[in-house]
Each structure stands twice: as structure tokens, then as C-alpha cells.
């Protein structure tokens, strides 16, 4: 079975612009996690999708928004970047809830300039 | 609050020694419990998971962990460290709204 996937990798972006990544999760899995990691705020939980359903948030402002679509591939939305929004985003799939078994993709590196 | 601490930032072993890091958590009822591995660039593989029966848990590469309730602790061992085990590692909670809150993480280095 292919892994996690997430494009692109690298993203190097200015203060002002908006950004959209994407995860292609592993075949059958339904569920669909993203984090942010940063060096001083370390793994941050940004939102849970299952079934083209926000399930869970965390606690990020509002220009972090997030979809998931009919085939479980989600896509993250960052708008009006900050210096602060430079992190590795990861994104993570389990069967159906975050209680399985998470695999996680290699993450895309973001930079904001 | 917070749900996941590691007290220990960063931890130097010889190869060859034993390991042990430590996860505190702070969580009211029966946690779902995770140790996940780190290496330099890449994205998290789980070590191991803690729902509930055994305490002691098995996982890959040799190591295991042991949930404590009493001492609300769920520490990671391994008795012989390898060179390749040098990565960050990260404990972490699944709380019962289904979202996942990790530690800061313990960075490890072996000495040859």
C-alpha cells in the first residue's frame, strides 16, 4: 500500500499570500488529520476531517480552513500568511478515527518570507 | 492545560545503553496513549499505542512502554540502543474529542 503522500514539499511563500497543501491519505483510510510543527511550539493539532466532515478543530485562527473531498484526499488552506504560519504541516490518515493507527506524510515545509 | 509533558529535552546515550524516556500526561479518563518516532526530515512513525488491558506495551524496533495510572506516566524503554535510534521522540494523547495532543518531544543522541 502507498504511504501518505503530501505535495509539494517545499513552499516557499511571502507575508500577505494565501497557500493550499494537499495529502492524499492511504487507500480506504477515511480519516484525515493535519498538525503544525514548529520548533517553539512543537506538534499542534489543526483540524480532523472524516467523510468530507470537519470533525474536530483545534485551536487556530480562521484562516486556516481546511476540505476534504469525496475520494478522503484533503487539502489545507492557509490565507493572508504570517511570518508565524513558517512550520512542517503534516498530515496524518487512519482508518476511520484518530484513535487507530495514524501514518503520517512526510509533511510540506512552508516558509513565509 | 497540558495534556502531554516530557520533561526531558534532550537525552545522550551510549550505544549499547539502556533508554528510558519519560511522558506525563494529564487526562481524566482512560487516554489512548502513543509513542511516535521522528527522524531528521521525515514525518512520524508510530512506536507504539496504549488503549487499554497490558500495561506494557511491545512495539517495533525493541521497544516497549508501560502505562502507569498511578503515577499518570506512560515512559518509553528500550535496553540496547542502536546508533539508528538517534531521532526525535514524541509522546502523545488522544483525547476524547478525537483530536491528538503530542509532548514537546525528547530529542535523542547516541554516542558511538
Known amino acids: 500500500k502507498a504511504g501518505v503522500t503530501q505535495t509539494p514539499r517545499y513552499l516557499i511563500k511571502t507575508r500577505g499570500q494565501q497557500v493550499t497543501l494537499s495529502c492524499s491519505p492511504i487507500?480506504?483510510?477515511?480519516?484525515v488529520s493535519w498538525y503544525q510543527q514548529t520548533p517553539g511550539q512543537g506538534l499542534q493539532f489543526l483540524f480532523e476531517?472524516?467523510?468530507?466532515?470537519?470533525?474536530n478543530k483545534g485551536n487556530f485562527p480562521g484562516r486556516f480552513s481546511g476540505r476534504q473531498f469525496s475520494n478522503s484526499r484533503s487539502e489545507m488552506n492557509v490565507s493572508t500568511l504570517e511570518l508565524g504560519d513558517s512550520a512542517l504541516y503534516l498530515c496524518?490518515?487512519?482508518?476511520?478515527?484518530?484513535?487507530?493507527?495514524?501514518?503520517f506524510g512526510p509533511g510540506t515545509r512552508l516558509t513565509v518570507l | 492545560a497540558q495534556s502531554v509533558t516530557q520533561p526531558d529535552i534532550h537525552i545522550t546515550v551510549s550505544e549499547g545503553a539502556s533508554l528510558e524516556l519519560r511522558c506525563n500526561y494529564s487526562?481524566?479518563?482512560?487516554?489512548?496513549l502513543f509513542w511516535y518516532v521522528q527522524s531528521p526530515g521525515q514525518g512520524l512513525q508510530l512506536l507504539l499505542k496504549?488503549?487499554?488491558?497490558?500495561?506494557l506495551v511491545q512495539g517495533i524496533k525493541g521497544f516497549e512502554a508501560e502505562f502507569k495510572r498511578s503515577q499518570s506516566s506512560f515512559n518509553l524503554r528500550k535496553p540496547s540502543v542502536h546508533w539508528s535510534d538517534a531521532a526525535e521522540y514524541f509522546c502523545?494523547?488522544?483525547?476524547?474529542?478525537?483530536?491528538?495532543?503530542f509532548g514537546a518531544g525528547t530529542r535523542l543522541t547516541v554516542k558511538p
Open positions: 496524518a490518515s487512519s482508518p476511520s478515527d484518530p484513535t487507530d493507527t495514524q501514518y
Open positions: 487507500s480506504g483510510h477515511r480519516s
Open positions: 476531517y472524516f467523510s468530507e466532515t470537519q470533525r
Open positions: 487526562y481524566g479518563a482512560t487516554p489512548y
Open positions: 496504549y488503549f487499554s488491558g497490558d500495561t
Open positions: 502523545a494523547v488522544v483525547r476524547e474529542n478525537n483530536d491528538m495532543r
